[in-house]
């Protein structure tokens, strides 16, 4: 229990002059439900990719559950547990919901290379499947193409393929991204209902589903934390009220 | 609202009906009878044809290996008839320098393009859209000019003459009437569509859809996307190159049109008539097109590349998903009026 889920130590990019991620030191504990927030351009998201591996960083490591991951490409991420969502969905949109979350579920349990056996044969491929969807009320959707659900529920099936990956470290871009206020609360029903086992990080701008569903927070400003605790620490800490509140009431 | 199925026990019997029509996807359908059924009959009715009817079998193979990549692995390629070419070449100047053993030297020219699909491909899929697309028309360029200069092995611009090649098991000597020729690529089309088809339903395949919709959600899955398009490039080589050998064998020659830019760019036309990524678009799309080839000709000699023309102009314009496309549209349609 003593090594982080996941874990970086001076975590660095540069793109050119600009510093994304500056000497990062992060620590997401096992079962943790962290959430990283900061204004606009503070280098969140770049964070998720330095993570994910779809950026390669200037400097620091990266450890999930201990192991130096730093060097691996990102396939090899995913196979230790590493799952992501994405800020803008990103789903086989003209696929359907169940063969969206079957196809990482696949790809996760390695059969997704198999040329001979039809892919229908694999029932247990597509039951698991099938329980994601259901799990996170979509199993109405499950035969219905993704581009013709409405944008929340595509969120929850973003999250279902995320899940399909059995992540020990799941990371959510902005999960509630474009979806209307009246359904934002679904997607934070699913996030409360994760198993414990999965150490969450998320990003958000609601604030209010920030606070309903982290138990630690970062803040990130302009590629550096700069500071991080408990919610009601991080509501009342001047500098954030600053920085980051500030920014929401001038908008 | 995760317990719909206490309060609607209905709803989660459909649910798990729902399951079931998915995972049986890949089990056959009477409909899919049909295109051997009339290829039979062809043989049975018309055989005055089949020396035109074997050559359609080939051209929907070649259309078939294209659907591979393209249709299902979304490779966007301008290069196929390279491997075309390549396994009629193969054929060829093995039957031309003594080993006419028909089905040996159709596996030769199919091994031959598999090798030049995966040399080929390990350079031109680093790349993707236009970059790939013209990479994949530099290969067929290169090896165009290459049988071009080689002209004392592949005859060069006469062509290859000179191929002998042998009777079918030793028993089943290639007639003037085309027989032997028709009921041979038959077989092989048959053996590889259902090969072709195997692979689409299987995990393999499904993931190259996968890729095709987004390769950046397959890379966070964690699939080897380079690994997998390089194996359907392959084997989609590999298709091409036996429908080469084919040609090569059942019209015993072989010229430089075989590698041509033109064919490539044909079999796409006809694939995109029947449909594309459909299995059956090829089946539909290829005997469409020599159709429509043949009543355009007849009208109007010139100009009848025109027509052809603008009959995909419409296709694309209209009737996005090709014949297939169109057909499934108007079945749903019926569908819904039914109900």
Avoid at chain 1, 2 to 30: M, N
Avoid at chain 2, 324 to 338: A, I, N
Wanted: overall charge positive; hydrophobic content about 50%.
């Amino acid at each position: 229990m003593s090594a982080p889920a996941l874990e970086t130590r001076a975590l660095s990019k540069s793109f050119g002059g600009l510093r994304v991620a500056d000497a990062i030191d992060f620590r997401l504990e096992v079962g943790a439900r962290h959430a990283l927030i900061g204004p606009n351009g503070a280098g969140k998201t770049s964070f998720v990719n330095l993570v994910t591996g779809a950026l390669s960083p200037s400097a620091g490591r990266i450890l999930i559950a201990g192991n130096d991951v730093t060097d691996l490409p990102q396939a090899a991420r995913v196979k230790r547990g590493l799952a992501r969502t994405f800020q803008i969905t990103a789903l086989f949109r003209r696929l359907s919901a169940l063969e969206n979350v079957t196809l990482a579920v696949a790809e996760r349990d390695g059969v997704a290379g198999d040329l001979a056996r039809p892919a229908g044969r694999h029932r247990r491929i597509i039951g698991e499947a099938y329980a994601l969807l259901e799990m996170l009320g979509l199993a109405e959707d499950a035969l219905r193409s993704v581009d013709t659900l409405a944008y929340g529920r595509q969120r929850l099936v973003e999250i279902a393929v995320a899940l399909g990956l059995a992540p020990k470290v799941l990371l959510l871009d902005e999960p509630a991204a474009g979806v209307p206020s009246s359904e934002t609360h679904l997607v934070a029903e699913v996030v409360e209902r994760l198993p414990l086992d999965i150490a969450v990080l998320f990003i958000d701008h609601d604030m209010d589903l920030v606070f309903r569903l982290a138990k630690r927070i970062t803040v990130l400003v302009e590629g550096r934390i700069l500071v991080e605790g408990q919610p009601a620490a991080i509501a009342a800490d001047p500098r954030v009220r600053r920085v980051y509140l500030g920014e929401r009431n001038r908008r | 609202m995760a317990t719909y199925g206490s309060v609607r026990p209905d709803v989660s019997e459909a649910n798990r009906r729902a399951v079931e029509t998915f995972a049986r996807r890949h089990r056959y359908r009477p409909l899919e009878a049909l295109p051997w059924a009339s290829a039979l009959l062809v043989y049975a009715l018309v055989p005055t044809y089949l020396p035109l009817g074997a050559q359609v079998l080939t051209t929907i193979l070649f259309a078939l290996s294209a659907d591979l990549v393209l249709g299902y692995a979304g490779i966007i390629t301008l290069g196929q008839a390279a491997f075309f070419g390549t396994g009629a070449y193969t054929a060829g100047i093995l039957a031309a320098h003594g080993w006419g053993e028909p089905i040996t030297g159709m596996l030769a020219g199919g091994a031959v393009a598999a090798l030049v699909g995966l040399v080929s491909g390990l350079v031109v899929l680093r790349t993707t859209g236009l970059a790939l697309l013209m990479q994949t028309l530099v290969v067929a360029s290169l090896l165009y000019a290459a049988a071009n200069k080689a002209s004392f092995i592949t005859g060069g611009d006469d062509g290859l003459s000179g191929m002998h090649v042998w009777p079918i098991f030793g028993i089943f000597p290639f007639d003037l009437y085309g027989r032997t020729a028709y009921v041979y690529c038959l077989v092989v089309v048959f053996v590889c569509w259902w090969l072709t088809r195997r692979l689409v339903h299987s995990p393999f395949g499904r993931s190259l859809t996968g890729i095709r919709e987004n390769v950046l959600r397959m890379n966070a899955l964690g699939a080897p996307v380079m690994r997998r398009q390089l194996i359907v490039y392959t084997i989609s080589a590999a298709l091409a190159g036996i429908a080469g050998a084919l040609l090569a064998q059942t019209t015993q020659f072989v010229d430089l049109n075989v590698l041509s830019l033109d064919r490539s760019g044909t079999v796409l036309i006809m694939l995109i008539l029947g449909g594309v990524g459909r299995l059956y678009g090829a089946f539909v799309g290829v005997p469409l097109y020599m159709i429509a080839q043949n009543a355009f000709s007849a009208i109007d000699p010139v100009y009848w590349y025109f027509w052809i023309g603008l009959l995909m102009v419409l296709v694309v314009l209209f009737a996005r998903g090709g014949v297939l496309g169109l057909f499934d549209r108007l079945v749903d349609r019926l569908r819904l009026r039914w109900q």
